[in-house]
């Protein structure tokens, strides 16, 4: 006697509601997670953005003193450049100057 060969489709189990549920919160959970790290990042991108530029205007006030309309870079030394936080409040950072006859150098102290 012969043996019959089964169906391809009898013979295959497929996935249950709960697995395809699953893997649906799974899936889910990616893409969420997936969606705040760039949300987080843009913002932290822009906060560094406008850090900078508070810094760089900060020492371009240093950089360029008064001296009646022309504008002369700043005398070698030790100077405090204050950035202006978002509430209102200021952060001071001491910065050496030095300065040669066509160079100027800044370094932040740690």
Not at 14 to 42: D, F, N, R
Not at 45 to 61: E, M, P, T
């Amino acid at each position: 006697m012969k043996k019959k060969k089964p169906s391809p489709l009898r013979g295959r189990r497929g996935e249950t509601m709960v697995e395809v549920l699953v893997a649906m919160l799974v899936v889910a959970l990616a893409v969420m997670l997936l969606v705040s790290m760039v949300t987080t990042s843009g913002h932290v991108n822009i906060a560094a953005r406008n850090k900078d530029a508070q810094f760089y205007d900060a020492l371009s006030k240093v950089e360029k003193q008064d001296s009646g309309a022309q504008k002369t870079p700043a005398a070698a030394g030790e100077y405090k450049v204050e950035i202006e936080e978002d509430g209102g409040a200021t952060t001071e950072i001491p910065v050496d100057v030095y300065s040669s006859d066509h160079l100027t150098l800044y370094r932040a102290k740690p």
